[in-house]
């Protein structure tokens, strides 16, 4: 049967929904909030305190993190110093991908290298990257040694791990420092609120 196309003057508008109308269909300002420390200084704990805060408060976020990339996306990066730079690369431009769907995306890694954090803030809009350094002491991350990753970098079953014998780069200048050798992640959470209020985020 000979088919025939009768629309032929159809012609679909192009419209491109640009980031400010994602955003603006969220009601809020996207973000990515970049958590870096060593292993057990709380990353983890504290995005995770803080989304849940913000899911409460009705704000649209994503946290990436170890397990969900490093077990998907980069399942084929291991821990050496070019492979700890593809995988921050990769999730920093997942990220600034996420931000620019609308979402406050927090990140927790230890991307221990301050040039590979520098590449991500540069290649966000300005004011839209947040480096949060959250800091205590290796004595106290490794008696807290949630994973037992330390136990194992002590008797040599893992090699590279940062602090141990691989280097962790502090931040120089990062937008805000926790420390939660200090602070409750009660207080960690109200820290970081009360700054994503102070730079108009919420
Ligand atoms: P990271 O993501 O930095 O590797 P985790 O959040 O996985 O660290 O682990 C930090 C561990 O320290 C958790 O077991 C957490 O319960 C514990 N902890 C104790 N006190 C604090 C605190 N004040 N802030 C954050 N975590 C804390």
Redesign the pocket.
């Known amino acids: 049967m000979e088919t025939t196309v009768k629309a032929t003057n159809v012609v679909w508008h192009p419209h491109h929904v640009s980031r400010e109308e994602r955003a603006a269909q969220k009601k809020q300002k996207p973000c990515v909030i970049w958590f870096t420390?060593?292993?057990?200084?709380?990353?983890?704990?504290?995005a995770n305190a803080l989304e849940g805060e913000l899911y409460r408060r009705g704000y649209h976020s994503y946290l990436l993190d170890g397990d969900n990339i490093r077990h998907g996306l980069n399942k084929d990066l291991g821990f050496s110093d070019a492979d700890r730079v593809e995988n921050i690369r990769r999730i920093g431009e997942v990220a600034k991908l996420f931000a620019d769907a609308g979402l406050i995306v927090l990140t927790?890694f230890i991307s221990p290298f301050r040039a590979d954090r520098e590449m991500i803030r540069k290649i966000m809009p300005p004011g839209e990257f947040f480096e949060v350094y959250?800091h205590a002491p290796l004595d106290l991350c490794e008696s807290?040694d949630?994973?037992g990753l330390y136990k194992k970098a002590r008797a040599g079953q893992i090699k590279n791990f940062t602090g141990i014998d691989s280097p962790y780069e502090a931040p120089e200048n990062p937008e805000l420092t926790i420390n939660?050798g200090e602070?409750?992640?009660e207080q960690?959470v109200q820290k970081l609120l009360a700054f994503l209020k102070e730079r108009g985020r919420l």
Do not use: E, H, N, Q
Not at 37 to 46: D, N, Q, W
């Open positions: 420390g060593l292993s057990g200084a709380g990353k983890s704990t504290i927790a959250v807290r949630p994973k939660t602070l409750t992640v960690s």
